[in-house]
């Protein structure tokens, strides 16, 4: 099973977005920066997939994380992924905790949201193909996300 566990005092790192471990007792991981927060209150829930079926559903993430939104941005870290050509992540931010997406009459989500690479689709979701990235063995990535409001 997959682990994740939010790091408050992980060093701010910029580009490039993948990095090489230094040593080799370390696996591969993945940290998830969330920034563009409007408001101090609810969870912020974060879902790894690695299944473009899955990722299309909305089901079955490989792993998850639920922070409570206490600053204006949120880091998450993935422990131990396994190298892949096939991940995308999902987030969104529940501000009243109640465990959907809410939307107004038209279906357009009331809440922030975004996906990995800071894909964006034309009505509804990205694609898995826009979102998906790679972690090569001996690396981790930094997803650096922006919150979407409509």
Known sequence: MMS??????????????????????????????????????????????NKKSDFDKQENPI????????????????????PSKDYAVAVHHD????????TNLLGIPKEGFCFSNNAMGSFGPPSYEDCKFEIKPGTFVIQDLRLIFF
């Open 4 to 49: 994740c566990k939010k790091e408050d005092n992980i060093p701010p790192l910029t580009t490039p977005i993948e990095q090489n471990i230094d040593t080799l007792e370390q696996k591969e991981y993945l940290i998830v920066k969330v920034s563009n927060i409007k408001e101090l209150k609810g969870e912020m829930k974060i879902a790894l997939y």
């Open 63 to 82: 792993a998850t994380a639920q922070v409570l939104v206490e600053k204006n941005v949120i880091e998450v870290r993935f422990d131990n992924i396994p």
């Open 95 to 102: 501000v009243n905790m109640n465990g959907k997406i809410d």
